[in-house]
């Protein structure tokens, strides 16, 4: 099913696009409020589609909408087929560091903010493999301390906090 949806989505979006896919066998994702209650049910099966950027709303639907009518010609009669869209997190960081010598904030705000979307971001080149953030991994505040004591500019990091976690950027 995955490979099916990534080509319905290239046949969509175009095949310059970065498509990534995860197919969630027995559980129906567009019912899904939480983790606990999603009920195993074998008749149905979700594919979460993620184009290589964030879509607005109506274009992620059409897409979602366009790869579960490729996917129907392949699925049993039984199969219960579901087309969803991830649903992105944000966070709002805060953060004590002490920058280099020679590094104004602004100039240390900005390289910080390219240094974590690159690391922690969804898109082809971004994440640790650089196939954008895995799916289902877990952010570690440790990842972040990481990251940002890593950054050109930075001498120490004293206190790192995730201030708000939102859907909404």
């Not at 990534?6 to 969630?24: D, I």
């Not at 559980?27 to 979700?46: F, G």
């Not at 952010?139 to 972040?144: A, M």
């Amino acid at each position: 099913f995955e490979q099916i949806a990534k080509r319905a989505a290239h046949s969509h979006l175009g095949s310059e696009w970065p498509v990534r896919t995860l197919c969630v066998p027995s559980v129906n994702l567009e019912k899904a409020q939480t983790r606990s209650t999603i009920p195993a049910d074998s008749a149905h099966v979700s594919i979460v589609v993620v184009p290589g950027q964030q879509l607005p709303n109506d274009a992620i639907t059409n897409l979602c909408e366009t790869i579960r009518n490729d996917l129907l010609p392949h699925c049993l009669l039984t199969t219960r087929i579901h087309v969803v869209a991830p649903i992105y997190l944000h966070l709002a960081i805060g953060l004590k560091l002490a920058a280099k010598t020679g590094w104004s904030i602004p100039q240390l705000s900005s390289v910080l903010e390219e240094v974590l979307q690159q690391r922690f971001g969804l898109n082809q080149g971004q994440g640790p493999q650089g196939d954008g953030w895995p799916f289902g991994k877990a952010l570690h505040i440790s990842e972040l301390i990481e990251a940002v004591e890593e950054t050109r500019g930075v001498d120490y990091v004293d206190d790192v906090a995730i201030l708000q976690i939102s859907a909404q950027e």
